[in-house]
Structures are given as structure tokens and as C-alpha cells.
Nanobody
Framework: QVQLVESGGGLVQPGGSLRLSCTASGSIFGVNTMGWYRQVPGEERELVASITRGGTTKYEDSVKDRFTISRDNAKNTVYLKMDSLKPEDTASYYC????????????????WGQGTQVTVSS
């Protein structure tokens, strides 16, 4: 019922910046927590940052003070601004949203974006 489409990945040099975006569409009656995860081949997917409906944010220690997560509720969109990028930030980044997708229930369901590749290299 809901689709998340993300964009903004690419190749950047160390110290560079990039902004990822993710927009949800479909049967949306409410969006609660939004987040960004990343995954390196052969490793577990890890939470990078999250933001609640009320604006409370959390960051993984390695990206704290470098990344900023934000949301635009009117657009059902979450952003991840990445500054001072390092080679170890290289990964596939996935957006995630907890969404109420039915008028008849208050239960949220989890939806994922398709992933976008971020490569930090000289």
C-alpha cells in the first residue's frame, strides 16, 4: 500500500557532503518514526539516525556531529545531510518509516526504501 523512494547517493571524495532524501507515497494516514540505515556487504544493517514525529533525533556514534536527519511531514519525506564524509561511510543507505497505512486500524507498519549507494573515495 505504501512505497518509499529514495535518492541522493553517489560518489564523493573524503570530506565531501551529500544529502539523501526519501519520500513515501500511497495509503498514508500517519507517519511516525523515520530513520536511515546503512549496510556493507557481508555485514549487518545498522541504524544511522532516526527522528520521531515530535522531532527527537538519535545518531550512531560514528556519525554524530557529521550527519543531520530531518523530516518534512507535509511531504512525507525524510532527509539525511551528510558532511565530512569518510571512506568508512561507504555503504548502501536505506530509509525506513513507521506508517499507519489504513483508516481502519491504528497499528503502524514498517516500510523500507530501495536503497541508494554512497561511496566515499578519492
Amino acid at each position: 500500500q505504501v512505497q518509499l523512494v529514495e535518492s541522493g547517493g553517489g560518489l564523493v571524495q573524503p570530506g565531501g557532503s551529500l544529502r539523501l532524501s526519501c519520500t513515501a507515497s500511497g495509503s498514508i494516514f500517519g507517519v511516525n518514526t523515520m530513520g536511515w540505515y546503512r549496510q556493507v556487504p557481508g555485514e549487518e544493517r545498522e541504524l544511522v539516525a532516526s527522528i520521531t514525529r515530535g522531532g527527537t533525533t538519535k545518531y550512531e556514534d560514528s556519525v554524530k556531529d557529521r550527519f543531520t536527519i530531518s523530516r518534512d511531514n507535509a511531504k512525507n519525506t525524510v532527509y539525511l545531510k551528510m558532511d565530512s564524509l569518510k571512506p568508512e561511510d561507504t555503504a548502501s543507505y536505506y530509509c525506513n518509516m513507521e506508517i499507519r497505512d489504513s483508516f481502519w486500524t491504528t497499528n503502524d507498519h514498517t516500510y523500507w526504501g530501495q536503497g541508494t549507494q554512497v561511496t566515499v573515495s578519492s
